[in-house]
């Protein structure tokens, strides 16, 4: 008999045992029974903030590459100054650099020939009113007397640098690229008078140009075409001749001398 009851207590326990278990496993506050152990996997500070990956401070604002405060202001290469004005090689020693170019100014008439190289040649900056043209570079009066029996014609080069004749090894001016005619305007005092005018020293700048005119008492452009003449440095940039200076004296007149 003794037997028989404890073998039912032991049952009775096992049965409360069992009905505790149910009771703990139906516990609304034990749905997530270890939530500790489970902040790696439901908040994932390290993969789901990924601070380093996400805000990638160092990439994302990347303040030398995106800012690149040297190379996008780029100062000195963007002013550029000294290529840019480019003073010294642009003003070219105080004359001009650009067509049209004025004779005057560039080339000096300073190449006195004939009875001009024995004091026979007075060159006056005499204008017409108005003057003709443009009236680019210098107005010259010239006047030309005989001074020896056997010279009887004159002339003047305008040369570069001046004085410089065509055996002179020093180079001429560099005249821009384009030009195509020298133009002038010339007349004399009593007209009728034939005059040569010219340009270019035929061995040192490798070209010349001639016409032959007869001068009226007023003013008239005339054109050495150069058109189909390559140049390059240019020391005899324009220049005169003419005779009969046994017959009479020349008064000749030239303005507006110029390149283009």
Request: glycine share 14%; with cysteine; aromatic share 10%.
């Amino acid at each position: 008999m003794l037997r028989n009851k404890r073998f039912a207590w032991t049952w009775a326990a096992a049965g409360v045992f069992a009905v505790a278990g149910l009771i703990g496993a139906c516990d609304p506050e034990e749905e997530n029974p270890n939530p500790s152990n489970q902040s790696d996997a439901g908040t994932k500070t390290d993969a789901g903030s990924n601070t380093d990956a996400g805000s990638n401070t160092d990439a994302g604002s990347n303040t030398d590459a995106g800012s690149n405060t040297d190379a996008g202001t780029n100062t000195d290469a963007g002013t550029n100054t000294d290529a840019g004005t480019e003073t010294d090689a642009g003003v070219d020693a105080g004359t001009q650099t650009t067509l049209p170019l004025a004779v005057d100014g560039t080339w000096a008439a300073s190449g006195y020939m004939g009875a001009g190289g024995q004091g026979g040649l007075v060159d006056e900056p005499i204008c017409h009113t108005p003057r003709p043209g443009a009236g680019l570079g210098n107005c010259h009066k010239f006047t030309a007397t005989q001074k020896q029996p056997d010279t009887a014609w004159a002339g003047v080069f305008w040369q570069f640098p001046e004085g410089a004749w065509a055996e002179d090894p020093r180079p001429g001016f560099q005249v821009p690229d384009g030009a195509n005619a020298v133009t002038f305007y010339a007349w004399s005092e009593s007209g009728g008078e034939a005059v040569d005018f010219f340009v270019g020293y035929e061995g040192k700048d490798g070209f010349t140009k001639k016409i032959n005119v007869t001068l009226t008492n007023e003013p008239k452009q005339y054109t050495l075409d150069i058109s189909k003449i390559r140049y390059s440095t240019v020391g005899g940039g324009f220049g005169w001749s003419a005779g009969g200076l046994d017959v009479k004296p020349l008064v000749l007149f030239i303005d507006d001398i110029q390149w283009h």
